[in-house]
T-cell receptor
Framework: DVKVTQSSRYLVKRTGEKVFLECVQD?????MFWYRQDPGLGLRLIYF???????EKGDIPEGYSVSREKKERFSLILESASTNQTSMYLC?????????????FGSGTRLTVV | SQQGEEDPQALSIQEGENATMNCSYK?????LQWYRQNSGRGLVHLIL?????REKHSGRLRVTLDTSKKSSSLLITASRAADTASYFC??????????FGTGTRLQVFP
C-alpha cells in the first residue's frame, strides 16, 4: 500500500528549540509539500519541492526551512520554535504533471510548542 | 486566488440522507479535486474532475463541474455515520500546487 509517512504523530517541544519534522514517501513522487492546518484557517502551504534539492516558498514560509536531499524524503525545519507554530503539520506528495494528479497525504504531526 | 471556497461551512444530516457541498473558485483550472479529512488525520483524495468533464461518479459520490460558473458540487448519497468528516475542494491550475480552503464539516447522525 503506497503511503506518505510522517515520523511523529504527536510532538511537544520547547520555545527556542530547533525542530525537525520528517516526511517519507514510497511512491517515487517528484513533488512534496508541507502544510499547516489551524482551526478556522484551513490548510496553508508552507513550502514545496518539485525535485531533489529544489524548494519553493508557499504562502507562509516565515520561521520555517526545508530540506530535500533525497527524492523520498522532505524535512520541515523550525529553526527556533515559537508558540505560534503550535499546529497540525501535514505532508503530501504527488506525481509531477502540471496539475494532473491528486495528492497523497501523511497522517499529520500535531506539534505543541510550550 | 486559486483557492476554492466551500459552502456551507457546516452541514448536519441524518443517516440515509444525501449531503451536498458546493465549491466556488475564481481562476481557470485544469481540474478540480475533492478531499476528505477525518478528525485529526491527513486528507484523503476522493475524486478528480477535469475541466472538460461535467460530471463524475465514484461509488456514492457524484461530482459536478460548471466551468462557466466556476463552481463544483459534491453529492454524497445515502450518507452514513462514517461519512462524518471535513470535505475540501481544491481547484488545480496548470501547476502542481494545491491551495485548500477551510472546508465543509459534515456531521452524519445515526
Amino acid at each position: 500500500d503506497v503511503k506518505v509517512t510522517q515520523s511523529s504523530r504527536y510532538l511537544v517541544k520547547r520555545t527556542g528549540e530547533k525542530v525537525f519534522l520528517e516526511c517519507v514517501q514510497d511512491m517515487d513522487h517528484e513533488n512534496m509539500f508541507w502544510y499547516r492546518q489551524d482551526p478556522g484557517l484551513g490548510l496553508r502551504l508552507i513550502y514545496f519541492s518539485y525535485d531533489v534539492k529544489m524548494k519553493e516558498k508557499g504562502d507562509i514560509p516565515e520561521g520555517y526551512s526545508v530540506s530535500r536531499e533525497k527524492k523520498e524524503r522532505f524535512s520541515l525545519i523550525l529553526e527556533s520554535a515559537s508558540t505560534n507554530q503550535t499546529s497540525m503539520y501535514l505532508c503530501a506528495s504527488s506525481r509531477r504533471g502540471q496539475g494532473q494528479w491528486g495528492y497523497t497525504f501523511g497522517s499529520g504531526t500535531r506539534l505543541t510548542v510550550v | 486566488s486559486q483557492q476554492g471556497e466551500e459552502d456551507p461551512q457546516a452541514l448536519s444530516i441524518q443517516e440515509g440522507e444525501n449531503a451536498t457541498m458546493n465549491c466556488s473558485y475564481k481562476t481557470s483550472i485544469n481540474n478540480l479535486q475533492w478531499y476528505r479529512q477525518n478528525s485529526g488525520r491527513g486528507l484523503v483524495h476522493l475524486i478528480l474532475i477535469r475541466s472538460n468533464e461535467r460530471e463524475k461518479h465514484s461509488g456514492r459520490l457524484r461530482v459536478t463541474l460548471d466551468t462557466s460558473k466556476k463552481s463544483s458540487s459534491l453529492l454524497i448519497t445515502a450518507s452514513r455515520a462514517a461519512d462524518t468528516a471535513s470535505y475540501f475542494c481544491a481547484p488545480m491550475r496548470h501547476t502542481d500546487k494545491l491551495i485548500f480552503g477551510t472546508g465543509t464539516r459534515l456531521q452524519v447522525f445515526p
